[in-house]
T-cell receptor
Framework: QKEVEQDPGPLSVPEGAIVSLNCTYS??????FMWYRQYSRKGPELLMY????GNKEDGRFTAQVDKSSKYISLFIRDSQPSDSATYLC???????????FGTGTSLTVIP | KAGVTQTPRYLIKTRGQQVTLSCSPI?????VSWYQQTPGQGLQFLFE???????NKGNFPGRFSGRQFSNSRSEMNVSTLELGDSALYLC??????????FGPGTRLLVL
């Protein structure tokens, strides 16, 4: 079983829709949870990170962590065509430990 | 502040050759991690260096090695290249917190 599972999609939504991206994990020691956005032929770009359980909001993006279910989500409100990219989740037990990445979900926002 | 830089950006090699990739982290960052990204496997962790010491290592064969210099710049070496080593190699730096910042990657093609 992989440490982190992520639905690869592809996901296609109309502009303005709310997008929900999810990852599940198996290691209960994970405490740090990150979301990255990767455009084609570019390196991943850090969107936001959270520590332990709870929600974190940054503009149109909201990250949620449910440690009891080992489930994390990223919500994108009022999605824009510029949000079209691959979204990767990542997690770690501590900053000094290895980071584990999901395989990414490909998102297309149609104008 | 300048971002993470990687050189070269593109590389074509033949089987059996060796290759060295270079990564310059964000100024002040002491942690440098290397990842291999392929369409089928996603982002796979190679190793992480902190203050010139390898702190974490992924499940890659010994043909993959790295080092970090006193100025935090890092190099990754792959010896005896195989066709399956064709991938995007990404370097990420951090201040030793959970936020990792990625470079644009080096795209390696092995023929």
């Amino acid at each position: 079983q992989k440490e982190v599972e992520q639905d690869p999609g592809p996901l296609s939504v109309p502009e303005g829709a709310i997008v929900s991206l999810n990852c599940t994990y198996s290691n209960s020691a994970f405490q740090y949870f990150m979301w990255y956005r990767q455009y084609s032929r570019k390196g991943p770009e850090l969107l936001m990170y959270t520590y332990s359980s709870g929600n974190k909001e940054d503009g149109r993006f909201t990250a949620q962590v449910d440690k009891s279910s080992k489930y994390i989500s990223l919500f994108i409100r009022d999605s824009q065509p510029s949000d079209s990219a691959t979204y990767l989740c990542a997690m770690s037990a501590s900053p000094g430990n290895q980071f584990y990445f999901g395989t990414g979900t490909s998102l297309t926002v149609i104008p | 502040k300048a971002g993470v830089t990687q050189t070269p950006r593109y590389l074509i090699k033949t089987r059996g050759q060796q290759v060295t990739l270079s990564c310059s982290p964000i100024s002040g960052h002491r942690s440098v991690s290397w990842y291999q990204q392929t369409p089928g496997q996603g982002l796979q962790f190679l190793f992480e260096y902190f203050s010139e010491t390898q702190r974490n290592k992924g499940n890659f064969p010994g043909r993959f090695s790295g080092r970090q210099f006193s100025n935090s710049r890092s190099e990754m070496n792959v010896s005896t290249l195989e066709l399956g080593d064709s991938a995007l190699y990404l370097c990420a730096s951090s201040l030793d917190g959970p936020a990792q910042y990625f470079g644009p990657g080096t795209r390696l093609l092995v023929l």
